[in-house]
C-alpha cells in the first residue's frame, strides 16, 4: 500500500497549546521532510466530524490529554506535490490528562510517526526544525488579550 498522506486534498485541525512561555509540540517523521520535525499535535479530520472536534480526538490520540479548543488562530494551506493539506489551528486548553506520547491510529504500530511529545520553551523554537515554519514567529509574537481576527497562510 502507498503512503496514505499522499494524492489527495487532506483536511487537518491542530492545537495550539500553550503553558509558561512553553507550547506543546509533537516530534514525529514527515513524509515531506528528510529529518523529524517538530509540530503542534493535531490531525486528519474524519468524515462527520467538525475541525473542533477532529482537533479534540487528534490531540488524545497524539497525546493523551483532553483539551477545550478555544478559538481558531491560523488557517494554514500547505502545497508541496503529492502532499496537499488545509490546516485549522486552534488556540487550546488542557482540561485533564497527562502528556505521553500517543499513536496514529491510520498507520499499523510497526510504522508509527510520531518520536515524541513535550512543551518546548518558545526561546527555543528558533533553532528547532518546527513546522509550519510561519508558527516560529507567529508564536513569538501571539497576544492573547487582542486576537481579533484569523490568519492565513500558505507555504509549499
Not at 502507498?2 to 509558561?20: H, K, M, Q, T, Y
Not at 488556540?91 to 490528562?97: T, V
Amino acid at each position: 500500500m502507498g503512503d496514505p498522506f499522499a494524492g489527495r486534498v487532506r483536511v487537518r485541525s491542530c492545537a495550539i497549546i500553550l503553558n509558561e512561555k512553553r507550547i506543546l509540540l509533537i516530534k514525529q517523521n514527515s513524509p515531506t521532510r528528510p529529518e523529524s520535525i517538530w509540530l503542534p499535535p493535531g490531525g486528519g479530520v474524519e468524515m462527520g466530524e467538525t475541525s473542533r472536534e477532529a482537533v479534540i480526538r487528534e490531540v488524545f490520540e497524539e497525546t493523551h490529554l483532553k483539551i477545550l479548543p478555544q478559538k481558531l488562530l491560523y488557517i494554514h494551506e500547505f502545497v508541496q506535490p503529492p502532499y496537499q493539506a488545509m490546516e485549522f489551528y486552534y488556540l487550546s486548553e488542557i482540561i485533564s490528562g497527562e502528556v505521553t506520547i500517543g499513536s496514529d491510529p491510520e498507520l499499523k504500530p510497526d510504522n508509527q510517526q510520531i518520536k515524541g511529545c513535550e512543551f518546548i520553551g518558545l526561546t527555543e523554537l528558533k533553532s528547532m526544525p518546527l513546522y509550519p515554519t510561519f508558527l516560529q514567529d507567529e508564536i513569538q509574537k501571539l497576544n492573547l488579550e487582542s486576537i481579533s481576527s484569523v490568519k492565513h497562510f500558505i507555504s509549499s
